[in-house]
């Protein structure tokens, strides 16, 4: 990994000392005997007699013309020859051919050359042109693709941190639409709405991790790019059912995200992990309340210390409507949602703490990391292990859309991730085609 | 990977294109190596993951030992460079600023 992202950064003979073997789980008896036996003589050499290496491959490179023919065959040669190459999800792909391509390209104002920016790690230029090619890889249909810009749009905007995407934690975007798209491009927003059976939500998905593959690098061994330690299959694109949203007078997704009612945008996300179903009933919108800070709490889990670290943590809640039509009769709207949940979401100080010296930092404790006084009287309140600390600092880190079966009371969480996680939103263009 | 498939007849044939795109080509040349360690001062750098104060008091403990003059600067005055990417791009500068001979970072993710 570490000479992957070298080399994109143009550093073609890094100097590295690399640990043998798995840091966090040896004894400390194993590890004074690695770090002493390896790791010190490999810093002295890096520091001082560094051997230089050969220049960036350049072997399997695109060609200069992205529209030259790379392979011609029918469909079972072409899946084989991207297996091959290392260009596929592992699932067949549609062919990408000229035609299909330029149908694509037919539905979007932009140049296909137009570089709307390099993804990291392996630093290549996302085109509208790539953006096009691997649509058509992914099943997309052709008038999808001002939306597949919008999301290359996600993709390349700083706030998404799509370098925090690249760690061994294996998160994975998550998008979502909002608007008109929904009606217009058949999403499912309905039962069933994170699962696999519409095209638009399906293929959708795919296309993002096949960006990521292809553009980024992010590709699983032989290759060695993706660091994600386990990783997670891509997510079908979650849609809003604006219908309920308007039903219950609540401001839409995009419209949370500042953009206008009669807009159509798309969101990228950072996604750790999902919550179980999320089942609530009773009296009060407190009896429900109550389960969802229950759940997503227990999603989030210990790994909370890095709301409190990054001062940030963005998680999704997907809300059934008919729980959703709950609430608004008991008078919460989303603010009143989020701000009760903030307010009672808390885990145990040493939870949390043991868990980030767990993770690797080894020092780890509320008292060394929080420095605001402000803070201090909430972290560091006493030297209990067993007191209780606040999960979500901030109201406003809680992204809420209306979505899945409207009969049945089950909503469910989306965990994000330190300093990735907020949405980033963008209009979707009309289409031309 | 199986053997490879033979072309079906009668089924059509795909021209295809790249799905993979350009680099940006970008070249930087590595500084020189140092002469030795001794009478140099190095700096510690860190993202407070993964044991590095353990690794940096064995580095410390080893080197002073044994390159007489060494002096390193410890990471606690760099602070952790983990998701704080205003210190990272501070970090060239003050390296410079105090006359740093050579970086040692320790980071994981």
Known sequence: MARA???????????????????????????????????????????????????????????????????????????????????????????????????????????????????????????????????????????????????????????????????????????????????????NDAAGAMRVGRRANSSIGRFVRLLLRNIAGLRIPPAVVDPGAIGASFMVAMAENDAVTRDLGWAPFRVDNGFSDEDSTVSLLVISNHSPIIFTSGETAEDHLRTFARILGNAIGPWAYTATVHQGFNPLILISPAVARVLQGFGYGKKEIRDWLARNMWIEAGVTEGYARQVGWTTFSFDTVVTDPEQRKTYVASDDPTRLVPMIMNPDWISIVIGGNPSRNQSRGYIGNLTAGPPVTKVIAPSRG | MGNALKPHANEPSFDVVHPVSQRPVVARTSNADLPGLAGKKIALVWDYLFRGDEVFRLVKERFQAERSGVEFVDYEVFGNIHGHDELLDQLPSRLEEMGIDGTIVATGA
């Open chain 1, 5 to 187: 992202l070298a080399e994109v950064f143009g550093v073609a003979d890094p100097r590295l000392a690399i640990y043998p073997g798995a840091v966090q789980t040896d004894t400390q008896d194993i590890f004074e005997r690695k770090v002493c036996a390896s790791l010190l003589d490999q810093i002295e050499r890096g520091l001082t007699s560094h051997a230089v290496s050969a220049t960036r491959e350049t072997e399997g490179e695109p060609p200069d013309d992205p529209r030259e023919i790379v392979f011609t065959g029918d469909y079972d040669q072409v899946q084989d020859h991207f297996v091959e190459q290392g260009w596929s999800d592992g699932l067949p792909v549609a062919p990408p051919t000229i035609g299909r391509v330029q149908e694509f390209l037919s539905n979007t104002e932009i140049a296909p050359a137009t570089v709307l920016g390099v993804l990291e790690p392996e630093g290549r230029e996302l085109t509208v042109w790539s953006i096009a090619v691997n649509g058509v890889m992914a099943g997309c249909r052709p008038e999808y693709m001002p939306l597949l810009v919008a999301i290359g749009e996600c993709l390349v905007d700083e706030g998404f941190r799509l370098e925090d995407l690249v760690s061994t934690h294996g998160f994975e975007p998550l998008v979502v639409v909002s608007g008109p798209v929904v009606r217009q491009f058949d999403f």
